[in-house]
């Protein structure tokens, strides 16, 4: 018998945390989740099955002070296949913890460690921008894929509720439809071996995704995925690796996937590695849910 891959996601900070609850309260997710924190409250109110609690003293002033805690966290992490950190890069926590999971992920062997976070507005205070641009690039080197979603990209909001209500769906969305594609829940799950395929050791992936109905929906939910990976400067013309994920209710169809398949293999290079798992979610109704992993 086939074992299931196991997938870990971590909430870092409040952030990353609240993205977290999120996700666990989305009505096709199955990974384990563990809250990485230096607030009591944040952890208390958490309703992941793991919690851990940080001193943010000592991760300031020396990683090595912080052994006790990388003990408790590669204790967290064992036996994972892939793990996904979320957080909002900028503040002292996020910033610093992430890259401590990552690196104890590193310490473990785990294959896959995903960082899906946040750069805040080019708006905002300078000095954090670049704390987490500095951090970005450290994790960058830590994790083996890191997918940044940049505030900037959310300015046309009217107000700071709405941009930060959009960002958090877009890392919901991310982290959901990776642990979608290999977990054994999905229709057609995606082989952990494959995922490594596509997304090679320390890579940028640039994420997209769409949602419509209609007697096209596939297609057209395809091509909004694609209108939000030109908008982050990427073009699947030029990927070499493309992971998709195509998310539907029980009325999905042979028809909507090969709709996808097709005119993605008429729009990559030749030599792409590609790979499509199909994952079902009752709560789309009519709608389909097409996502993208693209790495250049």
């Known amino acids: 018998m086939v074992r299931s891959a196991v997938v870990k996601v971590v909430g870092i900070a409040g952030a990353g945390i609240i993205v977290m609850e999120n996700m666990i309260n989305h009505s096709i997710f199955a990974a384990n989740c563990i809250a990485v924190d230096s607030d009591d409250i944040s952890l208390h109110n958490s309703s992941a099955s793991v919690k851990i609690k940080l001193d943010l003293s000592k991760i300031k002033n ?33 910033t610093r913890a992430i890259q401590m999971v990552a690196s104890s992920a590193r310490k473990l062997g785990i294959d896959l460690i995903i960082g899906i976070v946040t750069l805040p507005s080019s708006l905002e205070d300078e000095k954090l921008h670049k704390f987490a641009e500095a951090g970005i690039s450290a994790l960058g080197k830590l994790a ?12 046309g909001f009217n107000d700071l509720t709405h941009i ?9 969305e991310a982290a959901v ?19 490594k395929r596509v997304l090679p050791s320390e890579c940028a992936v640039t994420f997209g995704f ?46 909507d996937y090969n709709s996808v398949n097709r005119i993605l293999h008429e729009k990559v290079h030749a030599d792409a590695n590609i790979k499509i798992g199909v994952d079902r979610d009752d709560a789309l109704g009519e709608k389909v849910k097409v996502l993208v992993y693209l790495v250049k």
């Open 177 to 195: 439809g990776l642990s979608g594609l290999v977990l054994p829940t999905g229709l057609m799950a995606v082989d952990i071996e494959d995922v």
């Open 62 to 94: 020396c990683a090595a002070n912080a052994e006790e805690t990388c003990n408790e966290i590669r204790d967290a992490l064992q036996g994972s296949d892939m793990i996904i950190l979320v957080a909002g890069m900028g503040g002292e926590t996020g």
């Open 144 to 155: 083996t894929s890191l997918i940044v979603i940049p505030n900037d990209d959310r300015a």
């Open 210 to 255: 769409g949602e419509a109905a209609g007697a096209e929906r596939a297609l057209d939910a395809f091509n909004k995925a694609l209108l939000s990976l030109s908008c982050g400067g990427a073009d699947i013309a030029d990927a070499s690796g493309v992971l998709i994920n195509i998310t539907g209710s029980a009325d999905m169809t042979m028809y």
């Open 164 to 172: 930060f209500k959009s960002t958090d769906a877009i890392l919901v």
